[in-house]
């Protein structure tokens, strides 16, 4: 398959969207204009079949990411061998342009949940995150990005800032990172602090895609707003406003339209892929502006 596939094209400065079975056959007979898909990794690590026959076509096609999301880089025990293993299979298998993960943890000894958890910002945390991630881009021979989390609490413990935490790790490890706006969001309103802020702080030099993505609103146990990351709806009108001003900052950067649950027909989907690249042009067009005036 590897060598079917030939050179890994690099992912261009636009909207793709999570690559979804409902979505295999439009995708097929349409040829839609999408800069790129992307792919859970754990979708497809089993050995063959239509899911495998259907991904290698649209990989033909289109430049491919490739999203994990069960290695638990943030989980005390080790990394699971196996799992990493068939990871490094459907890397070279699919030779997708990104590779990325989530700074979480979902496995207690052999337990797996079903849920990304936070990570307590401490110097021990950091010397397992960063001994994690050196054995995954060892182990892939490739970086990879880590996307900063959507939280609902934070730990008394934390001897760092998110920030600070994510740079320390960058620094340590070479790895890049993917920013997920509406995890800032969500998680500046569970916690109540700037979302903007935590934009125009964050390493910005390091990343290498953007996330956009629904919440569900609801109140806590004392009236106050939170928000829950479900993936399954369109991106809030907040967000799209974060992601205006990450933009600003960034440039154009390859931006995902997370919607992976409650998936709508392609035509819907289209709408917010549309939205996206509207953004990322706009900011196109100052650039272009200011060099020829």
């Known amino acids: 398959m590897s ?10 400065p636009r909207t793709g969207v999570g690559l979804k079975p409902d979505h295999y056959k439009t995708i097929l007979e349409t040829s839609p204009d999408i800069g790129f898909f992307e792919v ?12 495998h026959r259907y991904l290698g076509e649209i990989r033909e096609r289109y430049p491919v990411s490739l999203h ?4 638990s880089i943030g ?11 068939r990871l490094s299979l459907l890397v070279e298998r699919y030779r997708p342009s990104l590779f990325s993960e989530h700074l979480a943890w979902s496995r207690h000894e052999t337990s797996f949940l079903n849920d990304l958890l936070p990570v ?3 110097a021990e945390s950091l010397a397992l995150v960063c001994e994690h991630v050196d054995q995954i881009q060892e182990t892939l021979a490739r970086q990879m990005l880590l996307e900063n ?9 934390s001897a760092y800032s998110e920030i600070d935490f994510i740079a320390e790790l960058v620094r340590r490890t070479g790895c890049g990172l993917l920013l997920d706006v509406n995890n800032v969001y969500v998680s500046s309103v569970n916690q109540e602090w700037n979302p903007k802020g935590y934009i125009d702080n964050f390493p910005l030099a390091h990343v290498q895609e953007i996330h956009l993505a629904g919440h569900t609103r609801q109140t806590d146990d004392d009236g106050r707003p939170l928000l829950i990351d479900t ?4 991106v809030d009108e907040a967000v799209w406003e974060l992601f205006a001003h990450a933009i600003g ?3 154009p950067t390859p931006t995902l339209i997370e919607w992976d649950a409650n998936v709508p027909e392609w035509g819907d989907l289209e709408v917010e892929v549309r939205r996206a690249d509207a953004v990322i042009c706009a900011r196109d067009r100052r650039d272009l502006f200011r060099a020829v005036g």
Do not use: W
């Open 149 to 157: 989390p959507s939280t609902y609490l934070a730990f008394a413990e």
């Open 3 to 12: 060598s079917q596939l030939g050179i890994t094209p690099r992912i261009p």
């Open 249 to 251: 900052q960034l440039g």
């Open 68 to 71: 994990g999301i069960g290695l």
């Open 120 to 122: 307590p910002y401490t």
């Open 40 to 51: 859970h990794a754990e979708n497809y690590m089993g050995a063959g079949g239509p899911p």
């Open 75 to 85: 989980g005390a025990g080790p990394l699971d061998r196996q799992h990493l293993e």
């Open 231 to 234: 993936h399954d709806r369109p």
